[in-house]
Nanobody, 123 residues
Framework: HVQLVESGGGSVQAGGTVTLTCTVS?????VGWFRQAPGKEREGLAH????????FHADSVRGRFTIFQDIAKNSVYLRMTNLKPEDTAMYYC????????????????????WGQGTQVTVS
């Protein structure tokens, strides 16, 4: 069983930078970041294969958001720069169980485990 805890959210001015932390307990072949704003579907932002450090970013945030990890700290991060009011959302990290066969992607339905979320508000 995989447990994930997000932290680092809060209020930030437009143009600012926030780095979110996802602390992962357990084993997963894929860890991803998602967000959900009021009235919108849950949106995949980025994901990483922890074992290989292969990273991927959605077109919508490429160039502004960066996913990276610190294996020693069992943490996956999302650095968000040049934040805009439309980035305001609840941000979640999620993991896919190894029994899935190594799949990874932006579809929320791929993911088996979810954190509680951390709110990011940009004004």
């Amino acid at each position: 069983h995989v447990q994930l805890v997000e932290s680092g959210g809060g209020s930030v001015q437009a143009g600012g930078t926030v780095t979110l932390t996802c602390t992962v307990s357990g084993r997963s072949d894929c860890v991803g970041w998602f967000r959900q704003a009021p009235g919108k579907e849950r949106e995949g932002l980025a994901h990483v294969y922890p074992a290989t450090n292969s990273i991927f970013h959605a077109d919508s945030v490429r160039g502004r958001f960066t996913i990276f990890q610190d294996i020693a700290k069992n943490s996956v991060y999302l650095r968000m720069t040049n934040l805009k009011p439309e980035d305001t959302a609840m941000y979640y990290c999620a993991a896919i169980a190894p029994t899935r066969g190594g799949i990874c992607g932006y579809r929320a339905t791929f993911f088996d485990y979810w954190g509680q979320g951390t709110q990011v508000t940009v004004s």
